[in-house]
């Protein structure tokens, strides 16, 4: 079965350090998301992409954030100058189209210090 | 935005006993309903859903409900087993919305099987 995967599977960074974190989605999927799981808390919707742009972004993604599909295959996140809070696990994920089953990676355990 | 709220936050059952999650959520315009189970550590995984055109949807000894009415549905677990010990979370979502909102989650049920 296709999977979404990502890179690292666990990241230490120190507090204002950028950080990128990848993923590749399932190949005929054109919907992408992140996610972000706080340990012991509930998995957050931080923005999905679509035709190459920003769709929908909640009050997380703020200005550190940016997403970007550069080649067409790797969809990143990367958090420009990481904060101790920053600390989860961040989850991608990806869908055919609007409507069908959102698929998450195994996720990106980002540990800030 | 839509607000989704799960009960119980801990559940404890017997081997072989039935273990029923709640959630309401707020958006009246969402259509579909997917419930993820979570080991601890891993991603979480579909695990059964639900759209608003249907009052009930089983899958073997999992069955979800939904009262569109009330803004409730539930995920029943029969005979439960050791191995559907996890955190399950329900969730919400606008299918055709157009702006494809992410999935939105409720806080999680711990379920814990006692053998």
């Known amino acids: 079965e296709p999977e979404v995967t990502q890179t690292p599977s666990h990241q230490v960074t120190q507090m204002g350090q950028e950080v990128i974190l990848r993923c590749v989605p399932i190949?005929?999927?054109?919907?992408f998301y992140w996610y972000r799981q706080i340990l012991g808390q509930k998995v957050e919707f931080l923005v999905s992409?679509?035709?190459?742009?920003?769709?929908?972004k909640s009050e997380i993604f703020d200005d550190q954030f940016s997403v970007e599909r550069p080649d067409g295959s790797n969809f990143t996140l990367k958090i420009r100058s990481t904060k101790l809070e920053d600390s989860a696990m961040y989850f991608c994920?990806?869908?055919?189209?609007?409507?069908?089953?959102?698929?998450f990676g195994e996720g990106s355990w980002l540990t800030v210090v | 935005g839509e607000n989704v709220e799960q009960h119980p936050s801990t559940l404890s059952v017997q081997e072989g006993d039935s273990a029923v999650i709640k959630c309401t959520y707020s958006?009246?315009?969402?259509?579909?309903f997917p419930w993820y189970k979570q080991e601890l550590g891993k991603r979480p995984q579909l695990i059964i859903d639900?759209?608003?055109?249907?009052g009930e949807k089983k899958d073997q000894r999992i069955a979800v409900t939904l009262n569109k009415t009330a803004k409730h549905f539930s995920l029943h677990i029969t005979e439960t087993q050791p191995e559907d010990s996890a955190v399950y979370f329900c969730?919400?979502?606008?299918?055709?919305?157009?702006?494809?909102?992410?999935?939105?989650f409720g806080k999680g049920t711990h379920l814990i099987i006692q053998p």
């Open positions: 994920a990806s869908e055919f189209s609007a409507g069908n089953t959102i698929y």
């Open positions: 190949s005929n999927h054109l919907y």
């Open positions: 992409f679509y035709n190459n742009e920003i769709s929908e």
């Open positions: 958006d009246s315009a969402s259509n579909y």
């Open positions: 639900i759209r608003s055109n249907v």
């Open positions: 969730a919400a979502y606008i299918l055709g919305g157009g702006g494809a909102d992410g999935l939105t």
